[in-house]
């Protein structure tokens, strides 16, 4: 039997001490890795407007705080305007920022991207910085009213056509940038230019993400091919994975990774300030120009997936959404 003062009790508490420390330090590492890059650059943004899709939760109200911090004229577009404005209130009141509005739009329909695009244009001085943020992540089949499936439309097809339609403005503001959030999942992604959405072959929710997600690497990069010398510079970007309100769908497809996914304590995700670094450093960091078209991650160029840097198959999927396209598809806008 130990007595009180028996010598073995004395490594016990210090021994206890020490895991305890170990895993403490080795919890924040792993913190830090996980979070990733940070954006370092200070630039203010006064007298430039900043246009958000997707501002109201997530990354996207965290780019929307980051912007008005830094003096930004911020234009919330969001399709819930309830919640928008409830976002809205919440940034003006952390940055003291009153130049913060909000406007519906809805990506799932060609035609709130119209109006929403001719309200902008015939309302706002300029367009500094475009930032394609809104996505959908691995819902069920769902057809918009244009009868496109979901998550190719918002995450890729009504992005293109707000862009297009904004592009007067973003030259005329020249030097101007626009910031695509697409994902990692791209790098698995392939284009199906003989059924985009879905109407033929079985549906996938995964394999519509990552064709999404793919898609808005390509757009970018066709975007900065076709914008080289106007002063209008294209990114495209991997957030990193974050808890935020995108994996939604997840959990009907996948309950074990659902949980994971709700779980507070998550430590190998990103929170959404983490998360919306990227997206800020390729908005406001000075000297990106010469890599515009280029894919970022963790405040960082990255090299792209191969699929990803096909000029050929990014030029066929930009003119499969023409009027006038040469390819067998119901694809059709018209950007006039």
Known sequence: MKTDSDPSDRWVLPGYGAAV????????????WVAGGVCRCTARLDGRTVLITGANTGIGKETARDMARRGARVVMACRDLTRAERAAEEVRRATGNGNVVIRHLDLASTYSVRMFAKEFLGSEERLDILINNAGIMMCPKWLT???FETQMAVNHLGHFLLTNLLLPKLRSSAPSRVVVVSSLAHETGK???????????????MTSYKQSKLANVLFSRELARRMKGT????????????????????????????????APSMLLMKTPTQGAQTSIYCAVTPGLEKLSGGYFSDCKEKRAAEVA????????????????????????????
């Open 21 to 32: 420390a170990v895993s403490v330090l080795g919890v924040w590492l792993l913190r830090r």
């Open 145 to 147: 009213e244009d009868s």
């Open 191 to 205: 284009i199906d230019f003989d059924d985009l959405f879905f109407a033929k072959r079985p549906y996938s929710p």
């Open 231 to 262: 002063g209008v510079t294209a990114y495209s970007l991997h957030p990193g994975v974050i808890r935020t309100e995108l994996g939604r769908h997840v959990e009907s497809w996948f309950p074990l990774l659902g949980v994971l996914l709700r």
């Open 309 to 336: 840097r096909d000029n050929e198959v990014a030029k066929k999927l930009w003119d499969i959404h023409r009027v006038g396209s040469p390819y067998d598809t119901p694809v059709l806008l018209s950007f006039d």
